[in-house]
């Protein structure tokens, strides 16, 4: 622990730090760590499960007094981020005694309005805090310490406002902390107009490209979900994170590959809190095998011993993609980011692609067994009081006349078709693996080959 006490740590918190099995600092720790603790602000571009987490706590947790009111406020994009701080900086501190609060939406907020009154430090999402400091049930005014923790996945989820409102409620004279796995103009901005002379650390990036390998498979619309079923029962993986960009589609891949007899879950901002946190648990010990999830699940959470990631639909921007595919591959294990691509995924894969950040390799397909799965459709009902009713069906992009469908569908595989319509993300499970979808010729799938192997090369 010699290289944490060179740091600036004090006995009492590298003690703990010992009991928890951290050996030498990282990158971002020994850049960082004192320079916070001599009171400067700090500007830290650091990508999840660098370590940034200790950089600040060190900072609130060796110049904290027990017992003041609320002085350290961390602002967290996600609630499982805000949970994960929260014990961290429990853990690190259980030597001094102070009392951490949560305070984030998707539970009662009664329990936290009498638990704040006796808190030291306060981790929350920015809505949740809003509705505190609007019932006037929180005061900021003793704060001395302001942590704004993957601040780009804050303004990216649109909290631009409540942040502004909530560092307003804080005194000017404060120590502040802004962490990102990017920094933009966004943040730019927010630094300049909110700290004081900072210091800009940025480190190298946690996941080790020599050890990721990335791969897409092009695959007929009706056989995304058995290409998916097949690649995880042939593929030697550990834990597995399935990406998807919808909740409806992340709620109809789990419940198909349950039906499968593959183990998964679901995790997405719709599901309640404690569902979520039991989860992740389970996730984390590896009595789960496939987490599937949306981007709620790609930044700020530290999820360990991820051997695979799928990207069962691309999303639009490169910087989501990257941030998907940085859950492995991580702390020098192997990792492998699998693409599964089919017609309307093929504008966001170009957009991707056409970056230049990422190297994807285009695989064959293998044999597939056909996975026939139910499609479940929404119904509701019409009609006057005291008339007749009728049922009509309900789901965007379904049509019951499978003529319609089959033309639609050869339109949306030919690439050349890209403008004619959107991308497609928010459509209908139903579009990929519906009963309609007509087959591709051979020559369709080498040209798409080729187009996007030159953008790769």
Do not use: W
């Amino acid at each position: 622990m010699e290289k944490f006490t060179k740091l600036g740590l004090s006995k009492g918190l590298t003690d703990v730090l010992k009991l928890f099995g951290f050996k030498t600092p990282s990158e971002i720790q020994e850049k960082a760590v004192p320079l916070v603790l001599a009171g400067r602000d700090v500007i830290g571009g650091s990508a999840t499960g660098s370590g940034k987490t200790l950089v600040f706590a060190s900072a609130i947790i060796e110049n904290l007094k027990p017992k003041n009111g609320i002085q350290a406020l961390i602002l967290t994009p996600t609630r499982e981020l805000a949970e994960q701080v929260a014990t961290s900086i429990r853990n690190f501190g259980k030597n001094k005694g102070l009392n951490v609060l949560t305070i984030y939406g998707g539970v009662k907020i009664e329990p936290q309005i009498k638990k704040v009154f006796t808190a030291d430090i306060v981790v929350g999402t920015p809505g949740r805090i809003i509705d505190h400091l609007d019932r006037r049930t929180l005061r900021l005014n003793k704060i001395k310490f302001l942590v704004l923790d993957e601040v780009d996945r804050m303004l990216d989820m649109g909290f631009s406002r409540d942040v502004d409102k909530i560092i307003h409620e804080c005194p000017k004279e404060r120590q502040t902390m802004m962490f990102s796995a990017t920094i933009s103009q966004d943040i730019d901005h927010l630094y300049k107009k909110y700290t004081r002379n900072p210091i800009n650390i940025s480190v190298g990036p946690y996941v080790d490209p020599s050890k990721l390998k990335q791969v897409y498979y092009d695959v007929p619309d009706h056989q995304k979900f058995s290409l998916l079923v097949s690649l995880l029962k042939k593929e030697n993986a550990d834990l597995v994170m399935v990406f998807c960009n919808t909740r409806r589609n992340v709620d109809f891949i789990t419940k198909n590959l349950l039906k499968v007899k593959i183990d998964a879950q679901a995790i997405h901002g719709g599901i309640e809190q404690k569902k979520r946190t039991r989860v992740l648990d389970d996730f984390h010990r590896k009595g789960l095998g496939v987490l599937v999830c949306t981007d709620v699940a790609a930044r700020g959470l530290d999820i360990k011993d991820v051997s695979h990631v799928y990207n069962y639909e691309v999303p639009a921007y490169t910087k989501d993609y990257i941030h998907r595919i940085g859950r492995t591959a991580r702390a020098g294990k192997d990792g492998k980011a699998i693409t599964i691509l089919a017609s309307r995924d093929y504008e966001n894969f170009r957009n991707v692609l056409g970056s230049g950040e990422v190297d994807i390799e285009s695989q064959d397909l293998p044999q597939i067994e056909r996975i026939d799965i139910k499609i479940d459709v929404p119904r509701r009902t019409y009609g006057s009081r005291g008339g007749s009713k009728r049922d009509v069906s309900r789901g965007r992009g379904f049509d019951r006349n499978p003529r319609r469908i089959s033309s639609r569908a050869s339109k949306e595989r030919d690439p050349r078709s890209r403008g004619r319509r959107r991308s497609g993300n928010n459509s209908s499970p139903r579009r990929s693996e519906g009963r309609y979808s007509g087959r591709r010729n051979s020559s369709q799938r080498s040209s798409r080959s080729r187009s996007f192997g030159s953008r790769r090369r």
